[in-house]
């Protein structure tokens, strides 16, 4: 029974990119104690990873294939690309940085109106690209053709050339003493350049993401504006977002549809 219960919270986290204790206890009818065994006992093969309140995947020392980030934690990806839908105004303007949640943004603007988009991710192009109402530029420079994108001195300069209402972006990660992560420094200079040019800074991270190691920095969580994610942030990362005013935005989750 162990070993069936462990496979199962190994799939679940693998699905769905974070798993807290007492979700899990209550989904097999177990004590938080039985649970925190179980996981225990996963982490110490290095299939699981702790944080804060549950369990995530095994930071990885580069990060996984794009397909891959598509559909991993995808539910939570596509609540807060709602929640950022709802809260952007009609006619603005924004910049999207690259990655798959800023992506789910992109889908969740597809049917707006009078939208101008500046973005250096081709994925996120074509997402709003049959909508003759949306205003689209694109950065142009090296392409990374397996995560189809442009970063570096080539996308920094691109938005540099603007000054957009709201800059929307993600971050490999997020290490305990706030500091933001990314795999490329490349990819850290372009998320900056971001966040140099927009009005109203919009970090767009799922909970999985907190405690994620990566290892390039640059910028810190309680420096942004505006954070979107999923769940209650874990404990570490709540004191310093509450002192520096950070708006917290935790979307509501989205009805799966049906088959």
Not at 51 to 70: D, S
């Amino acid at each position: 029974m162990q070993d069936e219960r462990q496979a199962q919270i190994l799939e679940l986290v693998r699905a769905e990119g974070f798993a807290p204790i007492e979700g899990l206890a209550e989904r097999f009818g177990v004590t938080p104690q039985t649970v925190r065994r179980l996981v225990n006992r996963l982490c110490d093969q290095g299939l699981l990873r702790r944080l804060h309140g549950g369990v995530t995947l095994p930071a990885p020392v580069q990060n996984l294939a794009y397909e891959g980030r598509q559909v991993l934690n995808l539910p939570a990806k596509r609540a807060i690309a709602q929640a950022v839908a709802a809260f952007l105004p009609e006619g603005a303007s924004l910049s999207l940085g690259l990655g798959t949640t800023p992506e789910q943004v992109a889908v969740a603007l597809a049917g707006r109106r009078n939208l101008r988009v500046i973005t250096n991710s081709l994925n996120a192009a074509a997402a709003l690209a049959r909508n003759p109402e949306i205003e689209i530029t694109i950065a142009g420079g090296l392409l990374r053709a397996q995560d189809r994108d442009i970063v570096g001195e080539a996308a920094a300069s691109f938005f540099a050339g603007f000054k957009v209402d709201f800059g929307i972006f993600g971050v490999g990660g997020i290490d305990e003493d706030g500091t933001l992560l990314d795999f490329q420094l490349a990819e850290v200079q372009a998320r900056q350049a971001m966040r140099e040019n927009c009005r109203t800074e919009l970090l767009v991270a799922d909970v999985s993401k907190f405690g994620r190691n990566a290892t390039a920095r640059g910028g810190r969580l309680e420096e942004v504006q505006c954070l979107f994610t999923d769940r209650p942030v874990p404990e570490p990362f709540g004191a310093p977002l509450a002192a520096a005013g950070v708006s917290l935005h935790v979307a509501a989750p989205v009805a799966e549809e049906a088959a």
